[in-house]
């Protein structure tokens, strides 16, 4: 029984992602009353990008694992000369 990295990193970058999109609520609040906007997009911004960059790194080591275990066993195959 393992853990699936790539479900884990896919449900956190998903999580991640639509929640800072929360911020849009109180960013459009401020703006109508003259408030700053910075506490609300600075926030937004780096919970997309942590997201989205979870999102990518997980597919891109899955990707990684993947082609390094189908190396190696091609490796193994040549070496017994199948």
Sequence with gaps: MGIDVRAVGG???????????TLLVP????????????????????????GLATLVFTTFLLALVTFLTRRRGA???????I
Excluded: K
């Design 75 to 81: 490796a193994a195959s040549i070496a017994r000369g």
């Design 27 to 50: 960013a459009a609040m401020a703006l109508l009353d003259g408030d700053a906007l910075t506490p609300f997009l600075v926030p937004l911004a780096g919970g997309l990008a942590l």
């Design 11 to 21: 449900v956190v970058g998903s999580l991640l992602a639509v929640l800072s999109l």
